[in-house]
T-cell receptor, first 111, second 113 residues
């Protein structure tokens, strides 16, 4: 009964490095989302996907890329990490017309 | 611009007092509406949702919310708060054919003993 699984839980990156945040869901949900959470700013939508092969930009997509080759997986790629990308990242999934289930988050620090 | 607004960044109430957290949205059509709660260092848990029908919806932990179309609001209420209700609360709406899910800024709730 895994739900939404994010890895890693914590990561420290140096400026200019790249990394991929992994997100997997086992509920056969079509919709998946990536958010970043900064203190006092709520959750900002980075990218979302409504099905395999379909992705779209959210509110704050700059500096990030995504892909959705399968229903289960929705990785988020940071190509050139910047201090402004220090944040907590949440992945979520939902079925059409359903509620969203969230992963436990990835705390990323860029130094 | 389309948005979800939670006007209160931080609210403090005494244990046993009533609570109302405000949420307004500015989308043309009636979206799907949600309230989530986040305890410190944790992920988000769904409190309740509104899709259609009865505008007063009941959720977990004794919370309820009322959808008011004329005011584009979906306020969260609880008659009597408990110390364990201290957390951050997020209002969310699903728009654009209910595909895109956007959140408000959140309201941090502190409970005084």
């Amino acid at each position: 009964n895994a739900g939404v699984t994010q890895t890693p839980k914590f990561r420290i990156l140096k400026i200019g490095q790249s990394m991929t945040l992994q997100c997997a869901q086992d509920m056969n949900h079509n919709y998946m989302y990536w958010y970043r959470q900064d203190p006092g700013m709520g959750l900002k939508l980075i990218y979302y996907s409504v099905g395999a092969g379909i992705t779209d930009k959210g509110e704050v997509p700059n500096g990030y890329n995504v892909s959705r080759s399968t229903t289960e997986d929705f990785p988020l790629r940071l190509e050139l990490a910047a201090p402004s990308q220090t944040s907590v990242y949440f992945c979520a999934s939902r079925s059409q017309g359903g509620v969203a289930f969230f992963g436990q988050g990835t705390r990323l620090t860029v130094v | 611009a389309q948005s979800v607004t939670q006007p209160d960044i931080h609210i403090t109430v005494s244990e046993g007092a009533s609570l109302e957290l405000r949420c307004n949205y500015s989308y043309g059509a009636t979206p799907y509406l949600f309230w989530y709660v986040q305890s410190p260092g944790q992920g988000l848990q769904l409190l309740l949702k509104y899709f259609s029908g009865d505008t007063l919806v009941q959720g977990i932990k004794g919370f309820e919310a009322e959808f008011k179309r004329s005011q584009s609001s979906f306020n969260l209420r609880k008659p009597s708060v408990h110390w364990s209700d201290a957390a951050e609360y997020f209002c969310a709406v699903a728009i654009q054919g209910a595909q895109k899910l956007v959140f408000g800024q959140g309201t941090r709730l502190t409970i005084n003993p």
